[in-house]
């Protein structure tokens, strides 16, 4: 499996719920209302698949990538960081959301959650997607990389994953 191309895909669904998202808000700032509950659920969904991508990515892909390209931990300890640091942008999000702010201000919330994002997709992409096009992680692909991708099944008779999902990392 090429996790490379697994990465970018998500990525581009991220952006693009980012997108439906930001539509929604510009919506309701044309008619001068404020979040309705179509917002409520375009904001729940993008903040849980965001979280739901980072959260597989530093549970499965991460110490893996570490496992196997040791040379990498400071980068992946920067992308970890950089996932704690959005994790507080969609809490803000959400909280804006909940109380029903006004589209500006979700607006303007969308906006700096978007520019870390999209700096932080490319960063990530930069720094990662050589050594994923080689990597050895035997885990569902939506364990990796969260619910927006799409989850690997195994072939009939394959034998299932050993605990922590990971193959191949006998003292490598």
Do not use: K
């Not at 640091?85 to 029903?100: D, F, N």
């Amino acid at each position: 499996m090429a996790w490379s191309r697994e990465l970018r895909a998500v990525h581009e669904r991220l952006r693009e719920a980012l997108a439906v998202t930001r539509t929604a808000v510009a919506q309701g700032v044309e008619a001068a209302e404020p979040a309705t509950r179509e917002l409520l659920l375009f904001c729940h969904g993008f903040c849980a698949a965001l979280s739901g991508h980072h959260e597989g990515e530093d549970r499965e892909l991460f110490p893996a990538l570490a496992q196997q390209h040791p040379h990498l931990r400071d980068t992946l300890r920067q992308l970890q960081q950089d996932h704690s640091m959005i994790a507080h942008l969609l809490a803000g999000l959400q909280s804006a959301v909940q109380r029903t702010a006004s589209p500006a201000e979700l607006d303007r919330h969308l906006d700096g959650l978007a520019a870390v994002v999209e700096s932080h997709f490319r960063y990530e992409e930069r720094q990662l997607l050589r050594v994923l096009e080689a990597l050895d992680l035997d885990v569902d692909v939506s364990a990796a990389l969260g619910p927006l991708s799409a989850p690997r099944r195994r072939p009939p008779g394959a034998p299932a994953s050993r605990p922590g999902g990971r193959r191949g990392s006998s003292g490598s």
